[in-house]
């Protein structure tokens, strides 16, 4: 399962010993779940209550500017797990991210009274699809904040007078494309500017830099965070304003493709990923690279018998032994503890490596999102299957774009 090109080096082959050597061996008197690499739901179920739902809303001290990220990450593992908040729950939740909509400037901030920001904002409107609440979103003042943040060479501040970077383009573009307020005026240059973050390796830096009115360069290192940014922004950009120009900007998807084959895999024989070249392996790339084999399906068109070019079973066999921690959530590698942020994006990669054979946009596909039973445990380790685009259960992303961009939340007049 080794992608190979015989027209490039290897890149990544010059290692270091992983920390991750330090991962408990499973022993034979040592039956617990994990040992036997068996999905512990029941234990990260305890981890998400204790870390979270008891404690709504968020009031996390050092955490006061991530609320939306807390409850995104707390509630998307729970959809990942097939458990669905009760009602009165889904109410709070949304209550509680409404409030931190800003009147005055239109984006989603940290906090109810902070300042708004893409990467809130993002956060913030996956919650309310998770939580079915999309109809209070003030769409016009959203546009109005998003318009607000545009530079000149096509990309975006993360928020007035804040730094321009890829995250803030792809949070920016799935908000927009969820809310139904996606439109080519708000995006033209982006691709440009888009394309012009890849760098050497394959991969994508943060950002780009004008050298010179037409020439832009890479600002930094290929990393699998601002990679997964950069390809799904432009995934999105490609199915919502397909380009049939022949100058049009164009990635390099061979050197991309290489790229992320190689994040994975270390010198022990665990086939985690990591983030970029020479780097150690951590459960979080797990979805930041593992999810953007499906996003270049997205792009290259979906084969039936296409080749899967990266380890599936590898990428599981880290999380479940490696990730998971015994008292519940996951985690970076052993001996580190469980966050709720790695929690998410380890479940969110090992829902990526369970449907490789059956891409997103297949039907057979859509029938794995299955019923959720309000406040019971799952009872399978198959996990619900995430949309690459927007790491959100296929249902909660299809229920709020149908919303703005078919039903009746469609009618609001944006600009
Ligand atoms: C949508 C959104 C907000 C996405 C976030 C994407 C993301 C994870 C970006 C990471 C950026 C970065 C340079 C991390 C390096 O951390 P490090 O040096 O501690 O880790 P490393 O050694 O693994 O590179
Ligand atoms: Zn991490």
């Known amino acids: 399962m080794v992608y190979q090109d015989d027209n490039y080096p290897t890149a990544t082959s010059i290692s270091q010993k992983s920390t991750v050597a330090l991962l408990i061996k499973p022993t034979p008197s040592d039956s617990s779940k994990i040992s036997r690499g068996i999905l512990d739901i029941n234990s990260h179920l305890g981890f998400l209550g204790r870390n979270l739902l008891q404690g709504l809303p968020v009031r996390y001290t050092s955490q006061d500017a991530s609320q939306p990220w807390l409850l995104f990450w ?5 959809s990942l797990l097939k458990v669905e908040l009760d009602d009165g729950n889904k109410r709070r939740a949304a209550e509680t991210i409404l409030a931190m909509q800003n009147p ?12 708004s920001h893409l990467l809130p904002t993002y956060a913030a409107i996956c919650t309310l699809a998770i939580v079915s609440s ?6 016009r003042l959203l546009y109005k904040f998003f318009r607000s943040l545009k530079e000149p060479d096509g990309s975006f501040r993360v928020s007035s007078n804040g730094e321009v970077d890829v995250r803030g383009v792809y949070c920016l573009l799935a908000a927009a494309k969820l809310t139904g307020i996606i439109t080519e005026e708000l995006v033209e240059g982006t691709r440009k500017w888009l394309a012009s973050c890849q760098t050497f390796e394959g991969g994508f830096a943060s950002a780009a830099m004008n050298i010179t009115d037409e020439i832009a360069a890479p600002l930094g290192e290929a990393h699998g965070g601002y990679t997964f940014c950069a390809l799904a922004a432009w995934v999105l950009l490609e199915m919502e304003f397909p380009s049939s120009s022949e100058n049009r900007p164009k990635l390099n998807l061979r050197s991309l493709r290489r790229w992320l084959v190689n994040m994975q895999g270390g010198e022990d024989e665990l086939f985690g990923f990591r983030g970029r ?9 797990s979805w930041w690279v593992g999810g953007c084999f499906e996003l270049l399906d997205m792009l290259e068109g979906i084969g039936g018998d296409k080749e899967t070019i990266w380890n599936p079973e590898g990428l599981k066999e880290y999380i479940l032994y490696a990730a998971q921690h015994q008292a ?4 970076d590698k052993p001996p580190k503890s ?6 998410l994006y380890c479940l969110a990669g090992l829902s990526a490596a369970q449907y490789v054979s059956q891409p997103w946009s297949h039907s057979s596909a859509t029938s794995s999102d299955s019923e959720s039973s309000s406040g019971q445990s799952a009872t399978s380790a198959s996990l619900n299957a995430t949309n690459p685009l927007f790491n959100l259960t296929r249902t909660h992303a299809e229920a709020m774009v149908e919303f703005f961009n078919k039903g009746e939340g469609s009618k609001v007049d944006f600009r």
Do not use: V
Request: aromatic share 8%.
């Open 74 to 78: 707390s509630l998307q593992s729970l």
């Open 104 to 115: 005055a400037t239109g984006g989603f901030g940290g906090g109810p009274g902070q300042a």
């Open 134 to 139: 999309p109809s209070a979103i003030d769409r």
């Open 277 to 285: 070249t020479n780097k150690l392996i951590d459960g979080c790339y």
């Open 328 to 331: 519940g959530g996951l985690r």
């Open 338 to 343: 469980a966050d709720m942020y790695h929690t």
